[in-house]
Structures are given as C-alpha cells and as structure tokens.
Nanobody
Framework: QVQLVESGGGSVQAGDSLRLSCAAS????????LAWFRQVPGKEREFVAG????????FYLGSVQDRFTISRDNALSTVYLQMSKLIPDDTAIYYC???????????????WGRGTQVTVSS
C-alpha cells in the first residue's frame, strides 16, 4: 500500500512559480501512474496533470498545458508539479494520487495524499 505526502504549497502572487512535490513510500513506485488533482470548496476534484509509470507520457488539463509540468524521479520515489505563471484561478488544495493505470477521473485513483494548499493572489 503506497502512502503519498505532498509538500511545496504556499501563498504567492500572480505570475509567480511554485514546485509541488509528492513523496511516496510503502510500495513499489514504478507500479504506479501518478497524477495531480486540485479542489476548491464546493467543487469536484479536478484532474490537473498525469504521468505514466515510466514517465514517458504526460497529460494535462487544457488550462495548465503551457504553464505546468509534471515529472517523476523513480529513484527518489517522488513526483513533481512545476507550476509557472500562476493565476488566481489556480488557487486550490492540490492532491497527489496514484493508480495502476493512468486516468483523468478521481474515481480511477486508489491512493491519495492529504493535499497541499496553493493560494495565488492578484
């Protein structure tokens, strides 16, 4: 059973950058595809970016395609989300998730971290 712990959130100004990290333990990291989701109060959890087990293929929400980059370091059992040109609409709790097969729906992911808050002010 893999455990996921996010870090790197914070409060920034519009236009700034942040890098989120998600450290995995308790499982074989390369058995999992990984994704970042985000959620604001009153809304469903939204897929942001995903990466396959090898790291060869990545997927993005359209509105972050040109601003966010997901990557993974299988030697460190860590997945990252590099976020640049942040805007207030990016404000949310960001969650790391793992699944055997990559998907875009929260229901397809079995393992979740507790989240890290990102707040972007204008």
């Amino acid at each position: 059973q893999v455990q996921l712990v996010e870090s790197g959130g914070g409060s920034v100004q519009a236009g700034d950058s942040l890098r989120l990290s998600c450290a995995a333990s308790g499982g074989t990291f390369t058995d999992y595809s990984l994704a970042w989701f985000r959620q604001v109060p009153g809304k469903e959890r939204e897929f942001v970016a995903g990466i396959t087990r090898s790291g060869a293929t990545t997927f993005y929400l359209g509105s972050v395609q040109d601003r966010f980059t997901i990557s993974r370091d299988n030697a460190l059992s860590t997945v990252y989300l590099q976020m640049s040109k942040l805007i207030p609409d990016d404000t949310a709790i960001y969650y790391c998730a793992a699944a055997a097969i990559i998907g875009r729906s929260a229901s397809e992911f079995q393992h979740w971290g507790r989240g890290t808050q990102v707040t972007v002010s204008s």
